[in-house]
């Protein structure tokens, strides 16, 4: 298996712009997170999910972020409008067990908004 | 809520000097796990500690959970240039689910040759 797959891996934008990320777990886990991490406030969980139903979006900062997993392989964050503090580099990460598990990391979106 | 601090936040060694990165937890914890972050990269995990009083080493690095289950230690023996990294704890959310990470603040390891 390839891992844990992102895309982009860098993406700059300009405030007010939609930005998608892109996330391909790996095959047969079920459980799907996206985390976002900054020097100031560290690694974050915003949103998990469960046989691709979304479990926990207590860490999502505002309406302007939303995610979906349509199916098993295939999730995506979405931030519209973007704003300059959302500047971060965004991390998907997958189980097969949840909190109980080791979990892989893909290898992060460099998100910059200017 | 639940958190997870660890201390330092940063150090600084010269190789093959020891390190130590400790991690608290405000809540017992069924489990705890080590992951590493080399500069620039993603979270990887190192171990999993389940038992009260657990040690587990890999290497130079020994890992050990509290008694109470509240606390863990990352023990590096002899650092090496390849030891630089961002060393974080993380233990499972007893606030809905255990089906999330707590993840610690992380400390962040600088080796000098």
């Known amino acids: 298996d390839a891992g844990v797959i992102q895309s982009p891996r860098h993406e700059v934008t300009e405030m007010g712009q939609e930005v998608t990320l892109r996330c391909k777990p790996i095959?047969?886990?079920?459980?799907l997170f996206w985390y976002r991490q900054t020097m100031m406030r560290g690694l974050e969980l915003l949103i998990y999910?469960?046989?691709?139903?979304?479990?926990?979006d207590s860490g999502m900062p505002e309406d302007r972020f939303s995610a979906k997993m349509p199916n098993a392989s295939f999730s995506t964050l979405k931030i519209q409008p973007s704003e300059p503090r959302d500047s971060a580099v965004y991390f998907c990460?997958?189980?097969?067990?949840?909190?109980?598990?080791?979990?892989?990391f893909g290898p992060g979106t460099r998100l910059t908004v200017l | 809520g639940q958190q997870v601090m660890q201390i330092p936040q940063y150090q600084h060694v010269q190789e093959g000097e020891d390190f130590t990165t400790y991690c608290n937890s405000s809540?017992?914890?069924?489990?705890i796990q080590w992951y590493k972050q080399r500069p620039g990269g993603h979270p990887v995990f190192l171990i999993q500690?389940?038992?009260?009083?657990e040690v587990k080493k890999q290497k130079r690095l020994t890992f050990q959970f509290g008694e109470a289950k509240k606390n863990s230690s990352l023990h590096i023996t002899a650092t090496q240039t390849t030891d630089v990294g961002t060393y974080f704890c993380?233990?499972?959310?007893?606030?809905?689910?255990?089906?999330?990470?707590?993840f610690g603040t992380g400390t962040l390891l600088a080796v000098q040759p």
């Open positions: 500690l389940v038992k009260s009083g």
């Open positions: 095959s047969g886990h079920d459980y």
């Open positions: 809540t017992t914890l069924s489990n």
């Open positions: 999910f469960n046989n691709n139903v979304p479990i926990d």
């Open positions: 993380a233990g499972p959310d007893y606030g809905g689910a255990t089906n999330k990470l707590i």
């Open positions: 990460a997958s189980s097969w067990r949840g909190g109980l598990d080791e979990q892989f």
